[in-house]
């Protein structure tokens, strides 16, 4: 296939670099600096997988031709000015598929772009290293993409099966606006006890109060979500439960990483949303509000260091 990444960091870094080595025709969207470094040293994966691939690179306003998909990997405040970048890249074919955090960006993308837009959950635990490496955490590496409309997703098959060629574990769903949000409640819930805690999950879990705040959490998260009309499976929110109260787990998350390194984080679209529209809604989430502000707290304080 020939494959767009919009970003290439943790996330479009990682897909890329797994994409071009099974031999599919990769090109990378990215910033003029990632760009330089791009051309330079390639797209590094480091950490569990270790590889240098060599997707072409561009940078907005050189894209030519049509691609057959486009995925979008990129922060969420850079997605405004993507949708212009990329509309030279989008034919009567293309697909496009997001891997953002939360819902917001679908409204952004369907209105641009109509019926070409997918949707998209992907698994994956990678960070970007300083030296512009991907780091690859764990060999985790999951999809889930589908019709927004429930349909039988025939198109997005081969996209299907260049991820499947990258080592992916891919299903095409036909009910993947639930997906996307089973996975908003999932990384708010572990972003908002890790984030505003700063530890694991297994240390919150083994501290006295910890395991507790973790359900409250869940709770909250997971009543927005039904207030929307796609709650949890009662399989999938017991899944989770499990995983945010497992006292041994060294999970955390790209909020709580971000906030380690001094990095601003994406709390608008991970937690920002979710409890703007419990508010809207007349939902208390009192725990998660309180995770929302110290990390709008930690974006402003970066803000006015700078």
């Known amino acids: 296939m020939k494959l767009l990444y919009a970003g290439a960091g943790a996330v479009g870094g990682f897909l890329a670099a797994r994409t071009s080595a099974s031999g599919h025709d990769v090109t990378v969207l990215v910033r003029p600096a990632r760009a330089k470094r791009l051309r330079a040293e390639g797209l590094r994966l480091s950490g569990t997988v270790k590889a240098v691939a060599r997707p072409a690179v561009v940078t907005a306003g050189q894209l030519t031709g049509r691609f057959d998909a486009v995925i979008i990997a990129v922060k969420a405040?850079?997605?405004?000015?993507?949708?212009?970048?990329?509309?030279?890249?989008v034919g009567p074919h293309t697909l496009l598929v997001p891997f953002l955090n939360g819902m917001a960006h679908m409204d952004a993308l369907t209105g641009s772009f109509g019926q070409a837009v997918a949707g998209g959950v992907l698994r994956v635990?990678?960070?970007?290293?300083?030296?512009?490496?991907?780091?690859?955490?764990?060999?985790?590496?999951?999809?889930?993409?589908?019709?927004?409309?429930?349909?039988?997703?025939?198109?997005?098959?081969p996209l299907a099966a260049a991820l499947r060629s990258a080592g992916a574990d891919v299903t095409v769903s036909r009910t993947i606006i639930d997906d996307m949000w089973a996975k908003w409640v999932s990384i708010a819930s572990v972003g908002a006890i890790t984030g505003l805690l700063r530890a694991p999950i297994g240390m919150v879990a083994a501290?006295?109060?910890?395991?507790?705040?973790?359900?409250?959490?869940?709770?909250?998260?997971?009543?927005?979500?039904?207030?929307?009309?796609?709650p949890l499976a009662a399989g999938r929110l017991d899944r989770l439960v499990r995983m945010v109260t497992a006292a041994d787990s060294p999970l955390t998350s790209s909020l709580s990483r971000d906030v380690l390194a001094g990095r601003p984080t994406e709390v608008e679209a991970v937690l920002g949303d979710l409890v703007r529209r419990a508010h809207a809604a007349g939902i208390g989430t009192p725990a998660l509000d309180a995770a929302t502000l110290a990390l709008r707290v930690h974006n402003r304080s970066l803000q006015r260091s700078r």
């Open 207 to 230: 501290t006295p109060g910890g395991e507790a705040f973790a359900r409250t959490i869940v709770a909250e998260a997971a009543s927005v979500a039904a207030e929307a009309s796609h």
């Open 125 to 157: 635990a990678t960070d970007l290293d300083d030296d512009g490496a991907v780091r690859v955490l764990n060999p985790l590496f999951e999809a889930e993409i589908g019709e927004l409309d429930g349909g039988p997703g025939s198109r997005l098959e």
């Open 77 to 89: 405040d850079a997605l405004r000015s993507l949708l212009q970048d990329l509309a030279p890249a």
